[in-house]
Structures are given as structure tokens and as C-alpha cells.
């Protein structure tokens, strides 16, 4: 069972903008932390942003500034606003939810590529 579909990746030009979604299909982290992770070809999965059920935001400190998360509770969603993308964001994101509980779960990625 699919409970966390990420969507909105894609190819974008370096110093381009995307907006990453991730659904919660059955509502189950409504009341959880979620966050965001990247993994780049030959590297280890690391963190890019988390967010808390009331909206509170942490972040990766290389991307802050850069990156946006934030959450729609009513629609179950939360999002990754990508701003002025570099090669070195290259990877595929991952949604997570259920930051720091025994029954976290994972998105199954969505690719990002940014390339000339």
C-alpha cells in the first residue's frame, strides 16, 4: 500500500524553480512531522527539510533560503518549493512521514534533474 505519492519533479534549467508535492493518501500523518530528503547518484539519502504538524520548518543549512516546505493539512499534501536550482540538487526527493515515530514511511521518490 502506497501511502505517500510524491509529484513534480522533472528537468529544469540551472537557476530554474520547482514545486515538489507529496500526498498522504490516507491521512495518516496528518498529525505528524513529515519531511523531505534527497539522494544523488553515489550518495547517501540525507535531509532537506522537515515540518511539524502546527507548520514548524527546519532545514538542511546549505539549502536555506533556497527551499521552502510547507503543508496543507486539509488536503493532506505538503510541499518543497525549489528556488534557484543548482547542478548539486540533482537527486531523487523523497517524501517522508512520521519523523521519529516506529512507523514512518516513505514516498517512492520523485526525480529532479537540473541540467542546461
Known amino acids: 500500500q502506497v501511502e505517500l505519492v510524491e509529484s513534480g519533479g522533472g528537468l529544469v534549467q540551472p537557476g530554474g524553480s520547482l514545486k515538489l508535492s507529496c500526498v498522504d493518501s490516507g491521512g495518516r500523518f496528518r498529525n505528524q512531522a513529515m519531511g523531505w530528503f534527497r539522494q544523488a547518484p553515489g550518495k547517501q539519502r540525507e535531509l532537506v527539510a522537515t515540518?511539524?504538524?502546527?507548520?514548524?520548518?527546519d532545514y538542511r543549512d546549505s539549502l536555506k533560503g533556497r527551499f521552502t516546505i510547507s503543508r496543507d493539512n486539509a488536503k493532506n499534501t505538503i510541499y518543497l518549493q525549489m528556488n534557484n536550482l543548482g547542478l548539486g540538487d540533482t537527486a531523487i526527493y523523497y517524501c517522508k512521514g512520521g519523523l521519529g515515530t516506529l512507523r514512518a514511511s516513505w514516498g517512492q521518490g520523485t526525480q529532479v534533474t537540473v541540467s542546461s
Open positions: 515540518i511539524t504538524p502546527g507548520g514548524t520548518t
